[in-house]
Every structure is written in C-alpha cells, then in structure tokens.
C-alpha cells in the first residue's frame, strides 16, 4: 500500500519516480533532451459543472501546446454532455469501469506526475473550521507536512499558517476563462444582479443573497437576480416564500454564462469559505463589482470588490442599494475589477505552469520553485536561477 500511497495527492503535485526516472544530473538540458516527454496526468471526477472541472480544462488545452508534455486525463465519471471542451491531443481515461483502477492506470501508462484535482485548489484550512471537524483536519495537514510539494491558492495560507507548519507549499493562480483583451465589459447600465455557481450547496449561501433582494426591491423595483445554477428545492421555497418570483431568476446550469454577465452591474458572493473563485475572476474581467462576505484572504478579494463582515442580510441589500443607485460608484469599481485582471494573463500563468511541472519533474525543492513562480518576471527569475545552477532549462 505504502508504494501507491506516494500516488494519492491532496492539494498539491507529486513527482512519481517509479517507472521512467530520469537521472538526477543537474546538466540535464530539457531544451537538448526533447525527445522524452514527461507524461502528467489530471485526476479529477468530471469535466463538467464546476470550478474545478473548468480549471482542469482550461489548464490541459494550454498545456497541450507545450513541447514538453504528454497529457492525460483520468475522471472516475464517464464523458458527459455538455463538458468543457479538451483539446484532441490529450488521452481521455475513464474509471466508470469498475474494473478500471487509478493506480493501474497509473502504472500502465507510465505516468511522470499526477494533479489530483478532488481536493487540489479547491479546499482551504477555514473550511475545515466551518465544519467542526478538527481530528480530520489535524490529519489532513500532517498528510501535507509529509509531501513534498502543495500548491495553494491562498496567500494567507502559503505564505504565513503553512510556513509556520512546516507545510511545504507552492502559490500560484488559477488561469482564467476567458482572455482579457476577447471581452467586452459589461456597460453597466441595468439593474440587474447575477449570483453564480453550485446553489444546492450550503457553503455558497444563496439564500443570503436571496434574502437581501426583500429590502433591495423596496428601495429598486426593477431590480432583478439571476441565479446561475441548477435548480434547488430550497431555493424556489425561499423565493415563492418572500414572493420574490418576479424578481429573482433561477437560470440553471450555463457552461457559457457569458451573455448574462454582459447584462449584469452586480455581483453577490455569499460563499462562507472558498479558494479561489473563479466566478469572481469571470465578473472582474467583465467589469462587473462584486460583494463578498467576509472572504478577505482570498487572492482576487481586492478591487472592484466591498467586503461585508456580518451575517445580516440587511448589510447585504444595503451595500447593494448603494453600488446599484450610484451610477460614478457603480463604474468606478468596474473599472477596478477589470482592470485588477491585467496582470492576471494565461499565457504568464501557463508559463509558471510549465516551469512548475518541468521543476516538479527535475525534483527541485518547493522553496526554489516558488522562487521561480514569484512574480510576472518569470523569464527573467529563469535565467537568474540558471546562472546560480538552480536549474538548467528554460522555456524559450
């Protein structure tokens, strides 16, 4: 069991040296030596509706034009409709087959690295709070101490709390959807507010935003919520409820949510933990502000963003009345959420990807690596590395 447990990989990658290691000489020149390509894999449970599912996919289809890599994806479901799209150069693996197993696929197809994508990015030391479970928690983080490299999305984490705890983690950002300079920002000029994401979830705290529409509508009555998310018992309970029906929306599932964020001046994120959101991504690049609750830690919660720190729907709506009835207001914190995003480019992004997996790869330590991944200057830092013998590719 010990021999598969180096595969299992929580938040983080995990070079796997069994089958194809490569010498460990630090003259290997990835530039010279192109004839191996080194063969990572994504292991995640679908490649539809979720934050995850669309990272995985938008991080395979860079990647997939990267000269170094071959590229698999494993999902324990089988392909679905209506998935994100991948790219025809990446190997599909399916473990619906209860005969199929993922440290034998693993094996069979000789795999360098694997992301496992069911916990990687997406959980946060505050969730496990939420949920009052601090043995498991306990467990978890010491699972981390013990590997060799973590990724987090979470500055406060990475950078203070996983230090302290000798957790040896690697920041970096996930890639956004879509491309800065391929969007027209929304306009803002209607009255409209988009809530977005998994509303059967009771971390995502929809019925905060759906609550806080009673006292928006008294104050703006032709203001309208759409919710982008597959339908909830208990949501239409709450809507019908308040009687709020003409008012508030429930959309369903969009893989292409675009046209509403071109129709939308706000954005509600109720979520009482998360990691990296990528709706809040998706808004800014459309120009769109957002409130958040609480959430401070996160990577994108500044600019073009308020943060309220109650539980009480009536700050909500008032937050809201202000951004929606203050037109200077309204657009002054678009321009900043959009132009938050600049720096935020997928083909910077892909790059610190690619060091990252060629470092991983070479077994570089996670503290160099982050020395690599610091900033938007990473061709420079390469070169500086090299010189110093960190490592000895770059991505030229």
Not at 312 to 318: F, G, I
């Amino acid at each position: 069991m010990y021999k598969y447990k180096r595969y299992i990989i929580l938040l983080l990658i995990f070079a796997i040296v069994s089958i194809f290691k490569i010498n460990n000489h630090s003259s290997w020149n990835y530039a010279r030596h192109s004839l191996y390509k080194i063969r990572v894999a994504f292991y995640t449970n679908s490649l539809k509706n979720g934050g995850v599912e669309r990272v995985t996919s938008i991080l395979l289809n860079y990647l997939s034009k990267k000269k170094y890599f071959i590229l698999y994806l494993i999902t324990y479901k089988p392909r679905l409709n209506d998935e994100y799209p991948l790219s025809n150069n990446i190997i599909r693996i399916s473990l619906s087959n209860h005969k199929r197993n993922l440290f034998k696929e693993i094996k069979k197809e000789k795999i360098d690295i694997l992301i496992y994508n069911l916990y990687y990015n997406h959980s946060s030391y505050f969730l496990w709070l939420f949920y009052h479970i601090y043995n498991f928690e306990k467990s978890i983080y010491m699972e981390y101490k013990n590997c060799k490299y973590i990724l987090s999305l979470i500055p406060l984490e990475n950078d203070y709390l996983f230090r302290i705890w000798g957790i040896k983690s690697i920041f970096i950002n996930n890639p956004t959807t879509y491309e800065y300079d391929s969007v027209i920002p929304s306009n803002l000029s209607t009255k409209n507010i988009i809530m977005i994401g998994r509303g059967n979830d009771p971390t995502k705290r929809f019925e905060f935003g759906i609550l806080a529409m009673k006292d928006i509508i008294k104050e703006i009555p032709d203001c309208k919520m759409n919710i982008i998310s597959e339908s909830s018992n208990k949501l239409q309970n709450l809507i019908k409820t308040l009687n709020l029906n003409k008012f508030i929306k429930i959309i369903g599932y969009q893989k292409n949510p675009e046209s509403f964020f071109k129709n939308a001046s706000l954005h509600i994120f109720p979520s009482i933990c998360d990691t990296y959101p990528m709706v809040i991504s998706e808004t800014k690049i459309f120009g769109i502000p957002t409130i958040i609750c609480g959430l401070d830690y996160l990577a994108l919660a500044k600019n073009g963003t308020v943060i309220i720190y109650d539980n009480n729907p009536n700050s909500l709506a008032k937050e809201a009345i202000k951004i929606l009835n203050d037109e200077k207001y309204r657009k002054k914190l678009g321009i900043e959420a959009r132009e938050s995003m600049k720096a935020i480019k997928n083909d910077l992004i892909i790059n610190k990807w690619t060091s990252l997996l060629l470092s991983v790869y070479k077994g570089i330590d996670a503290f160099s690596i982050q020395y690599l991944l610091n900033d938007e200057h990473i061709l420079i830092k390469q070169k500086e590395a090299i010189k110093k013998g960190l490592i000895s590719f770059d991505l030229n």
